[in-house]
């Protein structure tokens, strides 16, 4: 992995202090008893008719949307090959951890947010699953912090096979926001919900819409890389796929042209792929 400045920074005046009775926070939004997926209405920031804001959201969405954006430069064709399966591994590892805290799903996706932004700026080398392991600690634990109101210890976030330090996991964490440049407040997917939910299916919707829509994002995250699509076109995607999983790829143009901002047929297109699969 990327050297660290160990400068003379004082780690843990940097970090949120954590202590056991973090752990007493209740699941915010899981899996129902029928196995379908339940989303606090709280990650639905926006009301009817929220033009102007929805319009702000998308203009911050400069960091999405460019093709090709994967991991670093400095990774070979072998080092990508591992690191995709090592990604897939990280992403299973986090989701796991979410539902055991009962993190929201925001959470989950903003994890992985920080996992892809960091694998595009720093390589690390084949084989070296810890590192990975290590990293999607780190990521989870900031997320956490970033979107929870209650956060473990950070001695809670276990890792199979591998006993890290609250020191390691908070030097981490360090690299993590350094090479992040401190900008952590990324826009996700879930902003947006409630405006393409209203846009493209009306009041009258299906209950289940939201759930199965907030399904098909955290699905889509395993095999995308979210630097290469904005998470307007994630929801809107999300939502016609939820809404309908037998439309074509001419309803899917139509329905996407009054976004162009948002227009991305192509990932409607595996969404809909997904939806009939899972």
């Not at 009775?21 to 029928?34: H, P, R, Y």
Request: glycine share 6%; proline share 3%; hydrophobic share 40%.
């Amino acid at each position: 992995m990327g050297d660290s400045d160990d400068g003379s920074f004082s780690v843990s005046s940097l970090m949120c202090q954590e202590d056991e009775s973090c752990l007493s926070q209740e699941s915010g939004d899981e899996k129902s008893c029928d196995g379908s997926y339940y989303c606090d209405p709280c990650c639905f920031v926006l009301g009817n008719g929220d033009e102007e804001f929805i319009e702000k959201l998308v203009d911050k969405e400069t960091d999405f949307g460019s093709k090709g954006c994967g991991f670093s430069d400095d990774c070979s064709t072998r080092t990508q090959s591992w690191l995709k399966c090592a990604r897939l591994d990280a992403i299973e590892w986090i989701f796991n951890k979410r539902a055991m805290f009962g993190f929201q799903f925001r959470t989950a996706y903003l994890s992985v947010d920080f996992l892809d932004r960091f694998l595009s700026k720093r390589s690390i080398d084949d084989g070296k699953l810890w590192a990975i392991r290590l990293l999607s600690v780190a990521c989870l634990s900031l997320a956490a912090k970033m979107e929870e109101c209650q956060v473990p210890a950070l001695s809670e976030f276990q890792v199979d096979d591998f006993d890290f330090e609250n020191k390691v996991i908070q030097r981490m964490e360090l690299l993590v926001l350094s090479t992040l440049d401190w900008k952590m407040g990324s826009i996700t997917p879930f902003a947006f919900l409630h405006y393409f939910m209203i846009k493209l299916c009306g009041e009258c919707r299906p209950k289940e819409l939201v759930s199965r829509a907030v399904e098909l994002i955290m699905t889509i995250t395993k095999v995308i890389n979210l630097m290469n699509h904005r998470p307007s076109a994630i929801a809107a995607a999300a939502v016609l796929a939820a809404s309908d999983g037998q439309l074509t790829r001419e309803t899917i143009e139509l329905k996407m042209n009054v976004f162009p901002s948002c227009g991305s047929p192509e990932i409607v297109s595996f969404l809909i792929s997904i939806n009939q699969c899972v």
